[in-house]
């Protein structure tokens, strides 16, 4: 199913809006007026609980941006989301190019951090580097691109062009020559990076002998996006040339914590609807999508098994199951079919193009 364009009238823009100001009023009580309130009021330091359980909403928002679907208009939709980037922090458009290529390269050599190949490396070395990245690598790097939105461009290209390239899909090079290293876009990068690092200095200064609470704030902070971000993922069948990259898990929550995080867990949804605004994910969720969601804390602790060989990941089932039109319906499954059915979805016929899914 292809990228559709979305219509302005079902962005929930004022909600959006006021969601938008209540994570700004976080950000500035987190880098602000907490350092400010700390000499006189130190068990105020416990209110950054709220800010780092907050994060999964937070980053909903500018998943939200991201995607365009924010604000109705383009211009304030971008100007909105580089404000809640700057509070994250990260250059905006680091993080919307980061994640429309995830959309494109999902499950590829490049975007399946979990897997290696016993050829090239062992299992403890591998675990070496996904743990880190779990725990807390994805966040770190967003956070490093403050500094290397400065490096020249051209050495930008050359640590792109080591990356593995995919049959059938387009050169992360290319795309990161065409999309993300335009004199226009450099220019508001290493803005957003001033401002952000301007905040951070100013904020660390009125912290004072208060700076490891900052610190331990942006670990949690750190830790909840590493964390989520490949659970969706996790152990889900590898890309293959001319096939389908929108693999993705709908994990479990309760309805009222599903839309604590902008009905984030609706993932599955997401990859397949990335035009789809969150409030409208699960009306356009399928009853497949929701009989075989995982629950969401055993999704994000399943990844702590650690990496897996390349010959050990799933692959698409080679069994007769029954017509989706039965599961849809709930018809009693054997187990097999029941372990599979996440993966399958409504993909298109194998060989179909690969594209990317978001704008």
Not at 240 to 254: E, I, T
Request: proline fraction near 9%; hydrophobic fraction near 45%; include cysteine.
């Amino acid at each position: 199913m292809s990228s559709a364009a979305t219509d302005p009238r079902s962005i929930p823009a004022r909600l959006n809006l006021l969601l938008a100001v209540l994570a700004l009023t976080m950000s500035g009580w987190l880098w602000i007026a907490l350092p400010l309130l700390l000499p006189a009021l130190p068990a105020l330091g416990w209110s950054l609980l709220i800010v780092v359980l907050a994060t999964t909403f937070y980053w909903s928002l500018l998943h939200e941006g991201i995607h365009a679907v924010l604000l109705p208009d383009r211009r304030l939709n971008d100007a909105l989301s580089r404000l809640l980037a700057i509070g994250f922090p990260a250059p905006f458009a680091v993080l919307r190019f980061g994640h429309l290529k995830h959309h494109q390269f999902n499950r590829t050599a490049i975007d399946r951090s979990e897997v290696f190949d016993p050829a090239l490396t062992t299992r403890s070395a591998a675990a070496w580097r996904y743990y880190p990245q779990l725990l807390i690598g994805l966040y770190a790097s967003e956070v490093a691109a403050l500094l290397l939105v400065w490096l020249p461009p051209a050495w930008l290209l050359r640590l792109a062009q080591r990356l593995p390239a995919e049959p059938g899909l387009p050169s992360l090079a290319q795309s990161l020559e065409r999309q993300l290293l335009k004199p226009d876009t450099l220019r508001a990068m290493r803005l957003d990076s001033l401002m952000s690092m301007a905040l951070m200095t100013c904020s660390v200064w009125l912290y004072g002998t208060h700076a490891w609470m900052l610190l331990l704030a942006l670990l949690g902070r750190g830790l909840l996006i590493s964390l989520t971000d490949n659970a969706y993922h996790y152990a889900t069948p590898l890309h293959a040339p001319g096939d389908d990259v929108r693999q993705a898990r709908q994990l479990d929550l309760p309805r009222w914590a599903s839309a604590l995080i902008l009905h984030f867990n609706y993932h599955a949804t997401h990859h397949r609807h990335p035009a789809l605004p969150w409030s409208k994910l699960p009306a356009a969720a399928s009853a497949q999508d929701r009989q075989f969601a995982q629950p969401y804390v055993r999704a994000l602790l399943r990844q702590l098994r650690g990496p897996i060989a390349l010959k050990e990941t799933p692959g698409r089932p080679k069994f007769s199951c029954p017509p989706r039109s039965l599961q849809a319906a709930r018809i009693r499954l054997r187990p097999s079919c029941r372990r599979a059915a996440w993966s399958r979805g409504p993909h298109p016929p194998r060989g179909s193009a690969s594209r990317p899914w978001g704008r």
